[in-house]
């Protein structure tokens, strides 16, 4: 892609060091091809742009929040909620920010009621964690200087620990049902 730029680059410097006769003379066809140069160059930055997206989204989905080895199941909530910190810029080629290093990871000890009951995670911790992620990773409580990649991982991290939580609710109402 950066060789794709350069070469466009290159044509455009030619075209704009050739004389207007080639043009017809008319004047403002320069102004014309610079105009829409300019959106080529934008539409390629808007490529280059998604691809980086693009990366991010497939780092998180794989690294982090799909179960293998499938990859087709998300990973249980109190397993993202422990393991989100490790998520958050600067992985997977995201640049840091010093909002990401104020959020205090949280640990599997902190969701279990005690080791003698089990290692399951107490559904009232579990749901105080779960509110302090979504929270943290808020879009409308993020900082106005993220950058667009910090931006995308932040909401990506919070749609996929809603999504998680939703269906943690949604097994829990059904075995609910079951047990009434």
């Known amino acids: 892609a950066e060789r794709a730029r350069q070469q466009q680059q290159q044509q455009q410097q030619q075209q704009q060091q050739q004389p207007t006769q080639q043009t017809g003379g008319q004047p403002g066809t320069q102004a014309v091809q610079s105009k829409y140069a300019k ?11 998604s691809a980086i997206m693009l990366q991010i989204k497939r780092s998180i989905l794989i690294n982090w929040a799909l179960q293998p080895p ?3 199941v998300l990973r249980p909530i109190e397993q993202l909620i422990t393991s989100i910190h490790t998520a958050m810029p600067p992985a997977f080629g995201v640049s840091t920010h010093a909002y990401f290093s104020k959020f205090t990871p949280i640990t599997q000890n902190e969701l279990i009621v005690s080791a003698a009951m089990g290692n399951h995670p107490d559904e009232t911790k579990l749901k105080k964690a779960v509110r302090k992620v979504r929270v943290f990773l808020h879009p409308d409580k993020l900082p106005r200087d993220l950058t667009s990649d910090q931006q995308f991982t932040a909401r990506m991290l919070w749609d996929i620990t809603s999504d998680s939580w939703e269906e943690f609710q949604k097994h829990k109402d059904e075995l609910d049902w079951i047990r009434s």
Do not use: A, I, S, V
Request: glycine letters at 0%.
């Open 39 to 49: 959106q080529m160059e934008e539409k390629n930055d808007e490529e280059d742009q």
């Open 70 to 72: 499938n990859l087709n």
